[in-house]
Structures are given as structure tokens and as C-alpha cells.
């Protein structure tokens, strides 16, 4: 266990969360997990992953949930220098990468969506990044989060990666 990770959380993380495997009726404790795990200073994730988040519907639980989440959580991305020197070459390797079809690289360089500043977030300041998305570098109809972080030598996980480090059975942090 590296005390010194620190861990971006992509959307799909908290939506797929909401909706299938930690649902807030029945398993209050990841969302606890998650906050006590940001305030030890593991966790966050970035302005444009709250945007998202916040797309939805205004009764949404998980958006309601992030409202109520401490300062610092949801960090900068497009406001932070450091963040948009990476992203500019997250950027460049993709209008050049000639593997994906192009309206995979016009779906990534989207500046509303969060997938390509995770990458640039977690390369500007040594993040891992968290998502469901799966490596599949055959792909060419879609840039995933796993197989771009591989260009830039970011590790991503799956969010069970995470928890099997960090939570105990009852989703209590364990540093």
C-alpha cells in the first residue's frame, strides 16, 4: 500500500454507483468511504466530473450527494495551469494518434466532457485515475480513459481495485 497514492474518480464511478452497485438506499457506506477517503487525503476528483454530475437531474441522488461534499474534493482542472500544459498534450497525441476513427477524437476533445482532463489532471499532478472503463486498445470508435492514461504512463484502475486496498468488508477506510 503507497500512502503517498492519490486517486481521480471519473463520473461513471459515481453514477454507476448510484444506480447499480452502491445504491444510497442500501449501501450508505461507500459514499461515506469516499469522503472519509478524501478527507485522508486519498481520494478526489475534478471540476469537470462534477459538471457532468451536475447534467443531470436536480433531484439526482448522487448530485445532491456532491453538493454536500467538502471543499477541495472536486479539484481544478480547466482553471489550473499545470492541468491545461498536460491537457494540451493529451490534446496533441490525440488529433495525431491516426488509430481511432475521428469521431472518437472529436468525442475526447470535447472541453465540456471529463475524460481527457482526468488524464491531464492525474499527469499534471501524479494522480491514478479511477473509472469503470476497461483497457481495449483494438478500439477505434471510442478513446477510453485506460488505454489514453497508458500513452501518458498514468495507472487507471477500477474502483474495486481501489476498495480492495483501502476499505475494509464495511467499507471502513483501512490505511
Not at 488505454?147 to 477506510?173: K, P, R, V, W
Request: some cysteine; hydrophobic content about 45%.
Amino acid at each position: 500500500m503507497n500512502l503517498n497514492s492519490r486517486y481521480l474518480i471519473d463520473a461513471n464511478v459515481f453514477i454507476q454507483a448510484k444506480n447499480f452497485h452502491y445504491r444510497f438506499g442500501f449501501c450508505q457506506g461507500f459514499w461515506q468511504w469516499l469522503i472519509e477517503a478524501h478527507q485522508a487525503g486519498l481520494v478526489f476528483s475534478i471540476d469537470k466530473v462534477r459538471q457532468e454530475i451536475n447534467d443531470g437531474n436536480k433531484d439526482d441522488k448522487v448530485r445532491l450527494w456532491a453538493d454536500d461534499l467538502p471543499d477541495g474534493f472536486f479539484i481544478p482542472d480547466a482553471h489550473d495551469n499545470a492541468v491545461m500544459q498536460a491537457y494540451r498534450q493529451v490534446m496533441q497525441w490525440n488529433v495525431s494518434n491516426h488509430h481511432y476513427r475521428q469521431q472518437a477524437k472529436d468525442e475526447f476533445a470535447r472541453f465540456d466532457k471529463a475524460d481527457a482532463f482526468l488524464i491531464a489532471a492525474a499527469k499534471a499532478h501524479g494522480f491514478t485515475v479511477v473509472t469503470h472503463e476497461a483497457s481495449k486498445p483494438e478500439s477505434k470508435k471510442r478513446v477510453l480513459i485506460p488505454d489514453a492514461a497508458n500513452q501518458f504512463d498514468i495507472e487507471s484502475i477500477m474502483i474495486y481495485d481501489l476498495l480492495s486496498q483501502y476499505a475494509t468488508g464495511n467499507f471502513a477506510l483501512s490505511l
